[in-house]
């Protein structure tokens, strides 16, 4: 049987497997790649950020251990694009899936960067359609850290979910714009600390805007995800999300959305491969730094000359 | 007089429009670009990265202070890639500017993403090489925040600071892999605080590896910015880093590394225009978000014929 066929056959260890190709971008990925997309489509994708020690790993638990419960199977994926030194997984993790093995139908899968960021974002785009077209129902995208990267990661999935502590404080300050245009629903976790009041009312205040221009509220739900308070009406509004956008009346334009998303993810990934293996090769990259630093040719003129090889040959 | 006629005669105004340019990406950069970089080259360019509260703008604004009152003239790059949707200078850079105001060798710019990330590291490394070829002598650059863009901006600095400080506690356990791997220098600010000499001598630790590797030695400087207490030192090492770059016996590699991360800056930089414009516009988008939708097509098929497209014409 071919790692193909056992995963479609259901064969977790094939899935894993996958997964593994698709971190090394290996050169089975175009084969494999397009048939799973064949099976994918039906997995509903959240995607959960927030600044460290939000409580993050602790809120993505409970609520993948609620899913299972209804007998769902869940994937989570959690991606730490801080770290590009770190690889396979961390001891955190190693302890996430010990507490949530006595649930057979959650996938629990770490990613950290392997060279640039901007490949870590897309390829957890295809490890979570590869958890899609293996029949995962929910898959829960979890990212550590607050930068760009991050949320283009949570961004791209269907609900977004921003995770934020009474004490944030100024770091809040610092990263409430960006965090802002990207959430769909808000969160206020360790709500029983001081503080959570105040916090919930400045978001709810900076989101008057956004909500007088759809049909979305933007709810705030506060929670102990550590004592199981909250959670269940997050999941709620996880729920109303999903209902809104594939039963609102603008679900057309959100399925449109979310195939050019993807379809931008593919393309900039196998971009990527194909300008290191067919332009920029060591080789000719020698030859253009030897231009440069002889000053027969700078950074500029190589690039436009390249472009323009690829553009003429185009017409 | 035209603009760079302006800026080459040392038009602070003209320098201030120009980075507009590269910020907009205007159509007037492929004349420009190649213009200015043949004026650079003599400028050294210091990244300064650490967690939110770290105190970086303050020790920035020092280590400027002290570089002016040696005449040099210094230009400063504030980049926060966490908030795409800011835009233009914030409340905080304004008050920073009219405290550098006194020293006119200083030229202060802030930078916040408007669209992808991947665009906001690449463009600070133009408006840093048009300060360069305007004659700053020495350019700083600080990324709010520690995600992947964040590191690529500073790491693709000469020297690269890392700022810690006591009481980061556990968001700093979630990023040390990374910060630790880029690093050249490691400063612990707001030292008078508790804890400050359990972290300098963890960080000591973990660096020992590293140390034994190469002929620098990763010092650690605690710092009062604030106080301007350590900032000198921090300067001396600095300028020891800069020596090892130049002088050491690495010095020609180094040189070699740097151009090919200006090569790839500049290249990926113009790929993204020529993708946008020639590649998928909107026309084409389309087209293809409809193949998908109908299920005549999928994103990785259509990925790879575009590329197979562009790869049978170059030969």
């Known amino acids: 049987m071919s790692i193909l066929e056992k995963f479609l056959a259901g064969d977790r260890l094939a899935l894993a497997k996958i997964i593994s190709h698709i971190e090394d971008r290996g050169p089975e990925l175009p084969h494999l790649l397009p048939r799973l997309y064949e099976k994918a489509g039906q997995a509903y994708r959240v995607g959960l ?7 993050k790993s602790t809120l993505v638990d409970k609520l993948a251990e609620k899913y299972a419960a209804e007998s ?4 989570i994926i959690a991606v730490d694009p801080s770290s590009p030194f770190t690889g396979g997984a961390l001891l955190g993790d190693r302890i996430r899936m010990q507490n949530l093995t006595r649930f057979k139908q959650i996938f629990i899968r770490s990613m950290a960067t392997r060279g640039s960021a901007g490949g870590l ?4 785009g295809d490890v979570a359609m590869a958890m899609d077209a293996f029949g995962m129902s929910m898959i829960l995208i979890e990212t550590v850290g607050v930068g760009q990267v991050e949320l283009d990661i949570v961004d791209s999935c269907d609900t977004t979910v921003v995770i934020l502590v009474p004490e944030s404080g100024d770091s809040i300050q610092a990263l409430k714009a960006g965090l802002m245009e990207i959430a769909d629903i808000f969160v206020i976790n360790k709500a029983d600390r001081p503080g959570a009041e105040y916090i919930a009312s400045e978001i709810s ?10 049909d979305w509220l933007y709810p705030i739900v506060t929670t102990q995800a550590v004592n199981d308070i ?5 999941k709620e509004k996880i729920a109303l999300h999903r209902q809104y956008l594939t039963a609102g009346p603008n679900a057309s334009d959100n399925r449109r959305r979310r195939v050019e998303k993807e379809l931008m993810r593919v393309f900039n990934l196998e971009l990527k491969d194909y300008i290191e293996k067919q332009i920029l090769t060591d080789k000719t ?3 253009y730094i ?3 630093l002889s ?13 323009n090889s690829l553009d003429r040959n185009k017409r």
């Open 49 to 55: 950020t927030g600044p460290p020690g939000a409580g």
């Open 72 to 75: 769902k199977s869940i994937g």
């Open 121 to 124: 974002a897309a390829s957890s």
């Open 205 to 214: 205040m900076i989101l008057d805007a956004k909500r007088k221009r759809t």
């Open 230 to 234: 909250g959670v269940d009406i997050l």
């Open 285 to 287: 990259l020698n030859y």
């Open 290 to 292: 030897d231009e440069i």
């Open 295 to 307: 000053g027969a040719s700078n950074p500029y003129e190589i690039s436009e000359a390249i472009l």
